[in-house]
């Protein structure tokens, strides 16, 4: 089973700051890797799939880089309304598997 | 539209069965790759199965030989089957399509596990 690590865990921040979230697997997964968006009672959203393709409707100041092992999403400029937990997800190999999640609290 | 209803959630004893339905709209079931993940209260996401185009299907070791992923290509709806319940199979089921990540989810239906 391949292992996804997401860091930080939980990360608070100023509105317009710049935010890094990091998702490494236990091992190569090429790009088949999704980024995530969850609000709490909500179901996750989709924000990037296949490392760094955008999904439609997403805000550009989310992006998505990385292959192989090492993951990144970033959130430039953030604003108040991303305050969430955002997963990391990979399709590479069964059994499909999540990041544990990283929380982000707006200050 | 493309959307995705959960139904077939509730309180189940210990060893009892349930059957969660995903009933899709604005696209084709059986032309996608359908999954189903949960999340436990309070916990992160877990991934629980899928069912392929081809109809071939794949489960989480977790859930495999006491849960059943099926589909009703007539009705455009996605199953699971849950037998042999288990404490620790309290979650919120999502159903979710599958077109390069998770596109479309639906709101999820809590399966709650106690006696």
């Known amino acids: 089973e391949i292992v996804l690590t997401q860091s930080p865990d939980f990360q608070s921040v100023t509105p317009k700051e710049k935010v890094t979230i990091t998702c490494r697997a236990s091992q190569s997964i090429g790009s088949s890797l999704h980024w995530y968006q969850q609000k709490p009672d909500q179901s996750p959203k989709l924000l990037i799939k296949?490392?760094?393709q955008s999904f439609s409707g997403v805000p550009s100041r989310f992006s998505g880089s990385g292959s192989g092992t090492d993951f990144t999403l970033t959130i430039n400029s953030l604003e108040a309304e991303d305050a969430a937990t955002y997963y990391c997800h990979q399709t590479s190999s069964l059994p499909y598997t999540f990041g544990q999640g990283t929380k982000l609290e707006i200050k | 539209e493309v959307q995705l209803v959960e139904s077939g959630g509730g309180l189940i004893q210990p060893g009892g069965s349930l059957r969660l339905s995903c009933a899709a709209s604005g696209f084709t079931v059986s032309s996608n790759y359908m999954n189903w993940v949960r999340q436990s209260p309070g916990k992160g996401l877990e991934w629980v199965s899928v069912?392929?185009?081809?109809?071939?299907?794949s489960y989480a070791d977790s859930v495999k030989g006491r849960f059943t992923i099926s589909r009703d290509n007539s009705m455009n709806t996605l199953y699971l089957q849950m037998n042999s319940l288990r404490a620790e199979d309290t979650a919120v089921y999502y159903c979710?399509?599958?077109?390069?990540?998770?596109?479309?989810w639906g709101q999820g239906t809590l399966v709650t596990v106690s006696s």
């Open positions: 979710a399509r599958d077109l390069g990540g998770y596109d479309y």
């Open positions: 069912i392929y185009s081809g109809g071939s299907t």
């Open positions: 296949y490392a760094s």
